[in-house]
């Protein structure tokens, strides 16, 4: 393709400018590395830089492209504020029976019972709270009575009663 008058569009400069910009486009669909971009973005000024026969060529190629992919960017971000992209990236599932506790402190002298096996570190019951727990040193088995000894931070001590 020669479109002489305004661009000097050649197949390879054509397929520059198609293929980056599907990759830049790829890669705000799934960020990641960026991988895609980096290589989007490379093939996207090698294409500018064989199809510009001046500055300002290359300066009106690069407001296009530029104002193309903004627009392919908003629509991107709109899917996602929608929730119809892939959520792969997204965590939205909770485990089980399993939630954060912000004041530990409150477990000192509480007892509960171990669900793992302490060796010294697993995970023990306390008012329906599961813990992560740590022992004094010692080995403690599943189904143990334990009581909540100190808590220095996130990390809670717990005895075998």
Known sequence: MDFGFVFNFTTLSSLFLIFG???????????????????????TTLAIIYTAKSQEQAL????AITLFLGAALLIVL????????????I????????SSVDNLESFVGKTGKTLTILRPA???LFDDAKLDVVSEGEFIARDEMVQVVKVEGRKVVIKKI
Request: net charge negative; glycine share 12%; charged share 20%.
């Open 21 to 43: 910009i599907i990759l830049i486009i790829i890669e705000f669909f799934y960020p990641g590395f960026g991988v895609f971009g980096i290589t989007g973005l490379i093939l």
């Open 60 to 63: 009106t190629l690069l407001i």
């Open 78 to 89: 709109r899917s996602v504020a929608k929730g119809r992209l892939s959520k792969t990236l």
């Open 91 to 98: 965590l939205d599932e909770q485990e089980a029976d399993y």
């Open 122 to 124: 697993g995970i023990a």
